[in-house]
């Protein structure tokens, strides 16, 4: 019996002395210096009284360290459960107490906030740092750099993700080694990854972007990453001529045009640039394409699911598409109401099906029931359409859905006109309460440096283009649009911030 996920990313690596991480300094660490510190790891977890199945939560900065922890935990058969480092302790009890993780990793400056977190819910703290230092470091460097595989089946657990939970409970996705090893290996041969590929690594690793994407994909190939702690302009102009691949959220992608040093000449020798886990503004792309001459690449997933499709690397990239499905991933727009297939063009919620498809939420069934169908189609919460072509649209959330006096208003649609507005940067709109119709229609605008809006101008001409129902009933100017780590933009705070406009 074999161990599918840590053989097939990591244990095929064994005994290779090319570079495999490299870190901004310039020191680097092989595939097999890594493969040794994930066994010694291996072994400091199983000390732990970790056995396979349980659960090892970690909030701890990025590092090769952190990333050893991944792997040693695919290797001893434990489930890996990744923290937003910006999670205060109180968000953190949440996680610890509901995967029932019998350890806690943090960096040692949180220990003292994180000690009563992790007795409360009779887990094992120990700390280690974003310089590879800590308690959990001192163990393992007693350890053997050998351990031995413990066997796993595709369908065994391989890590828990929790959703964002912005309505209700952080629900806790339950991924298979299966699910990871599919998408990793759809994602590698689709984007043409090989081991003379060099990944410019700028995400966090607390989430399927940075970690089950970026990382995974690399390990699939066998390719280098430079592996960096966080976004820096400086440290991606400087390093960017040593990579051949990016992959980033739009935020990355607007800061490198706003430099100029940031050329087509600097960007010529890079293979391909990847865009996700936020919608890339047109203008974005129009810009990026005419500075580098490169066309963005992007994709779709989520938590549950990781990627579902992408833009192709060979024909056309579609900008305000999020491209085709994946080989082995079936998409499909359906009615919210009876889940019958819509007719091609039309707008409904997207629903997926595929190996890469999670195994349902953490101790929470009826929750699984709902989105999750018995035929295997996951209930995304997206609500797109699917083109004559074949690419997927993505129009919103089913929660930010906007039903005024009946009607159902697609924010997105209404986001693309704004967008193009003279002096309009970035637009997000929401629905509030109103008397009358239930909701009613914000546009929340951002405008470009410099520039004031004319907002009665705006509004004139939205009604030529709109139904007036359809039609904002405010407009409201921001310094800038809330977002979560990712990049995506937080409806659920710009309602609470403007849900009292219309109050009786």
């Not at 001192?138 to 796993?152: E, H, K, S, W």
């Not at 649609?413 to 940067?425: H, N, P, Y």
């Amino acid at each position: 019996m074999t161990n599918p996920l840590y053989d097939r990313l990591f244990g095929k690596h064994k005994g290779k002395t090319s570079v495999f991480l490299q870190q901004p300094d310039g020191s680097t660490m092989t595939h097999n210096e890594f493969l040794e510190l994930a066994s010694q790891y291996a072994h400091t977890l199983v000390q732990l009284g970790l056995q396979p199945d349980d659960c090892l939560a970690v909030q701890i900065a990025k590092s090769p360290q952190a990333l050893a922890v991944y792997a040693a935990c695919a290797q001893a058969g434990v489930v890996f459960l990744p923290l937003n480092t910006a999670y205060t302790a109180d968000e953190v009890s949440y996680f610890v107490e509901d995967s029932r993780a019998k350890v806690l990793l943090c960096d040692e400056k949180q220990a003292a906030a994180l000690q009563p977190v992790a007795a409360a819910c009779g887990a094992i703290l120990k700390t280690l740092n974003e310089d590879g230092s800590g308690e959990f470091s001192v163990l393992a460097q007693t350890m053997p750099t050998v351990f031995d595989t413990v066997p796993r089946e595709e369908d065994d657990l391989a890590s828990f993700l929790y959703t964002s939970g912005t309505t209700g409970r952080s629900k806790g996705a339950m991924l298979t080694h299966g699910n990871l090893l599919s998408n990793s290996q759809a994602l590698a041969d689709e984007w043409r990854f090989t081991e003379q590929d060099v990944l410019l690594h700028a995400l966090p690793i607390f989430h399927t972007h940075g970690l089950f994407v970026a990382t995974n994909v690399s390990l699939t190939a066998g390719s280098k990453i430079i592996f960096l702690p966080k976004f820096d302009l400086d440290i991606m102009l400087n390093l960017m001529p040593q990579a051949t691949v990016m992959m980033g959220v739009p935020t990355f992608y607007t800061r490198l045009l706003s430099d100029p040093r940031f050329t087509k000449e600097l960007a010529q020798p890079m293979r391909l640039f990847i865009s996700g886990s936020a919608p890339l503004l047109a203008d974005t792309h129009v810009e990026f394409e005419e500075r580098t001459g490169h066309r963005i690449l992007e994709r779709y997933g989520m938590t549950e699911t990781n990627m579902n499709t992408s833009n192709p690397y060979d024909g056309e990239r579609r900008a305000g598409t999020v491209g085709l499905p994946l080989p082995g991933t079936e998409v499909k727009i359906t009615d919210m109401d009876t889940g019958e297939t819509l007719p091609q063009g039309e707008i409904g919620q997207i629903e997926v099906r595929g190996p890469n498809v999670f195994k349902g939420y953490w101790q929470m069934p009826e929750k699984t029931a709902e989105e999750l169908r018995e035929d295997g189609f996951f209930i995304t919460g997206d609500l797109g359409l699917i083109d004559k072509d074949g690419y997927v649209h993505i129009v919103g959330r089913n929660k930010d859905l906007i039903i005024s006096g009946g009607y159902n208003i697609y924010p997105k649609e209404l986001e693309l006109l704004l967008d193009e507005e003279e002096g309009v940067l970035e637009s997000a709109v929401i629905g509030v309460p109103h008397a009358d119709f239930g909701e009613t229609v914000v546009a929340v605008l951002i405008a470009k440096s410099g520039v004031t809006l004319d907002l009665e101008s705006i509004e004139k001409n939205i009604a030529q283009t709109l139904a007036r129902f359809k039609q904002p009933k405010k407009f409201v100017v921001i310094e800038e649009l809330p977002r979560n780590t990712m990049g995506k933009v937080q409806k659920n705070l710009l309602r609470d911030q403007f849900g009292h406009l219309f109050a009786a």
